[in-house]
């Protein structure tokens, strides 16, 4: 597979693919947030696609905490809104539509949460620059990126642009075989 089709932007047509019984096998969204998302946090999750992780955020941050779920394509936030429509989550889930070189939210976040989004994006310098915008201080920052699409390189590649946007790396949780990275915002 080249670069390009590797970075390519998930299409919506393959939403069914990403919010299924059989990953949730795999890839527990409660079990992979839990450690991260405290009751009352306001939670940016980019590329949250068709929201296979965003009900479980809303879960964990409780009824004081709310998500900012940001997806590129209006297609997969119209998914998400058919999702959580008349749930216990709709209330704390605001689906907001990123431009296709900015995140184009202006508010804060506690946490911010990308999992299998980064490669897809092609100014990550700018992307990470938005993104310790909006955290507050303090504020962590979860990445997890897919074996295959993300070689070893590219990832530390990354990790260097996000320490060169300000953020300090904390650790990199064993998340087998993802790639994971947990960045702080230390002001
Ligand atoms: C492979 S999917 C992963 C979706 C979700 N995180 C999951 O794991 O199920 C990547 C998602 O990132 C979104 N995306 C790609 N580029 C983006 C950008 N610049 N801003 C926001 N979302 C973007 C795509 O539209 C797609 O929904």
Redesign the pocket.
Known sequence: MSKKDRNR????E??GG??NKI?RLF?NPVKILKPYVKEGMNVF?????????TPAIAGLAGNAGSVIA????EK?LDILRDKIRNTEFEKRITPHK??????DYHGGADFV?????IH???DKER?FTELYSILSGGGRMLI?E?PFHVTGEEFRKMTDIITGCGFRLIKQPRMFPNKAVLFEKTV
């Open positions: 932007v998930c299409p919506a393959l939403a990403l919010d990953r890839q999750e980019l590329g949250c696609g068709p929201g296979f992780f940001a997806d590129l394509q997969m990123c431009g296709k070189n900015s995140i949460f990308a999992f299998y989004v897809e994006i092609p992307l997890i897919p």
